[in-house]
């Protein structure tokens, strides 16, 4: 009962860590139209606010857990809380666009190497058959910050200054340290020693790559969509900012009940678990072809978008790590960075498209790219599940 409480707890303050980290990822989606108005700017070159913000994961997760490898992962999350709350101050005092991003980029790298250690910290803490469950816990702090915090950010900017916005997230990042202090254990396990050529390792194993690519398209998939949803429900589907803010409250519900059930479905059959829920995202982001000019049954489409979105995410972080711990035993926390990175290159490839699509055609072309990726996650997804049954 002892080890269960400490479990327990561990998995609480990551949560919390992750809560904070996922308010900021998400939280210039429902700001957009602030930072559009303020700077002057596109909104095309404000959904950089994401894309830049999802590459400095991409770059920034495999190598700083190689460099921080062998570092205490307590001192080590301290660490990355007090960078993180640095670049979200950065972003809230930035003068210029551009500094905003700079910002965005500082508070990436803190993402990222949390995101990467985190994920292997909680499916050491628990019983095998309760891996993905306890990822899922962990993940549940950034479906929490969807509910809570980007809405609650989103309005803070709205009765105020986008500024404001990023302070009150800054606040939720010392909450976030606060909570490593004093739950996280001190005697947490160190990873084994590796090194770059760890990063070659993982991406000449096969199945390992497979993982990886399907990690990026599947994931990425929804931000085609969803990096636009702001201007989506307004323009779109005709929704006041006020209506906005709730709905992605009820988003987010959406989004806690996906993961939670991803969690559990993964904990048994991975790979099947995985094409079930890449097809009903498909089917979603096909809908949103006919329902994105509906009042009330785009909001629909929009919901059924959130129970989709992270319902993969435990499974495909926990069936890296196993992958891992299989063919390339010494490199699993290169692994499971590289998968963070892989989550993260989705973002980039899907917000980029998602811009694209709305510069050439407009907001309607946003889900078919995303229904393209998706359904090259589905392909690959069933391949590996061939060859894992031969």
Request: charged content about 10%; overall charge positive.
């Amino acid at each position: 009962m002892k080890n269960k409480n400490k479990s327990s707890l561990t998995l609480l303050a990551l949560a919390l860590s992750a809560f904070s980290i996922g308010s900021t990822e998400f939280i210039s989606v429902g700001l957009m139209p602030l930072l559009v108005k303020d700077f002057g700017i596109s909104i095309q070159l404000a959904g950089l606010t994401v894309s830049v913000y999802a590459l400095g994961i991409t770059i920034g997760a495999p190598i700083l857990a190689i460099l921080t490898n062998n570092w205490d992962r307590k001192k080590l999350l301290l660490g990355i809380m007090l960078t993180f709350i640095i670049g979200n101050l950065t972003v809230a005092l930035a003068p210029s666009f551009s500094v905003v991003l700079v910002g965005r980029v500082i508070s990436s790298l803190a993402h990222g190497i949390f995101m990467s250690i985190s994920s292997i910290i909680a499916a050491d803490v628990v019983a095998p058959n309760k891996r993905a469950s306890a990822i899922a816990v962990m993940f549940t702090g950034l479906t929490v910050a969807t509910v809570t915090g980007v809405p609650l950010g989103t309005f803070i900017g709205q009765i105020s200054t986008w500024h404001m916005s990023f302070y009150f997230i800054a606040l939720i990042g010392v909450i976030g340290f606060i909570a490593n202090w004093l739950l996280v254990p001190n005697n947490l396990p160190k990873s084994k020693k590796t090194s770059f050529s760890g990063i070659i390792r993982v991406l000449k194993t096969k199945p390992l790559v497979f993982a990886l690519i399907i990690t990026a398209f599947g994931y990425g998939s929804t931000f085609t969509v969803y990096t636009f949803i702001t201007p989506i429900l307004q323009t779109k589907m005709k929704w006041s900012p006020n209506a906005i803010v709730i709905i992605l409250i009820v988003y987010g519900l959406m989004v806690a009940i996906g993961n939670t059930l991803g969690g559990k479905w993964s904990n048994k059959n991975i790979l099947s678990g995985l094409i079930k829920m890449f097809i009903g995202l498909l089917v979603t982001l096909l809908l949103f072809l006919v329902t994105m000019g509906s009042h009330w049954i785009g909001l629909v489409n929009v919901m059924l978008l959130g129970l989709f979105a992270f319902m993969n995410v435990p499974g495909l972080q926990l069936y890296i790590v196993q992958l891992a711990e299989k063919f390339t035993p010494n490199d699993i926390s290169i692994a499971s960075a590289l998968n963070i990175s892989a989550f993260n290159i989705g973002i980039t490839l899907g917000s980029l498209l998602g811009g694209q699509a709305v510069s050439k055609v407009g907001l309607i072309a946003t889900p078919f790219f995303g229904a393209i990726m998706i359904l090259i996650s589905i392909i690959l997804t069933i391949y590996l599940q061939r060859i894992e049954k031969k």
